[in-house]
């Protein structure tokens, strides 16, 4: 059994930042691709930011140049570094990661509340 643990969620002030984090945790072979996407009130859920086994990354526009998409493979964990927050940065952020057990499988968290105040 995989599971994906988020923290570091809160409520902030416009022009802050937060750092969001996500361990995964059980029968890991391999994990391949971590991202974080979020879900604003009234709006499907999209992707933030997404980083690949070996590094690289890709962002949304709305976030480039603001977030930070990071990954420690020895700690099986991703980091979401976000700067200058917007309010409309607001919502449920998830983590989600491609996962190598005895199969390969996409996993997320449960999700993990941003606020941010104008």
């Known amino acids: 059994q995989v599971q994906l643990v988020e923290s570091g969620g809160g409520l902030v002030q416009a022009g802050g930042s937060l750092r969001l984090s996500c361990a995964a945790s059980?029968?890991?072979?391999?994990?391949?691709?971590m991202g974080w996407y979020r879900q604003s009130p009234g709006k499907q859920r999209e992707l933030v930011a997404v980083?690949?086994?070996?590094?690289?990354?890709n962002y949304a526009d709305s976030v480039k140049g603001r977030f930070t998409i990071s990954r420690d493979n020895a700690k099986n964990t991703v980091y979401l570094q976000m700067n200058y927050l917007k309010p409309e940065d607001t919502g449920v952020y998830y983590c989600?990661?491609?996962?190598?057990?005895?199969?390969?499988?996409?996993?997320w968290g449960q999700g993990t509340q941003v606020t941010v105040a104008s």
């Open positions: 980083i690949s086994s070996g590094g690289r990354t």
């Open positions: 989600n990661a491609f996962i190598v057990t005895t199969t390969l499988n996409t996993y």
């Open positions: 059980g029968s890991i072979f391999r994990i391949n691709a």
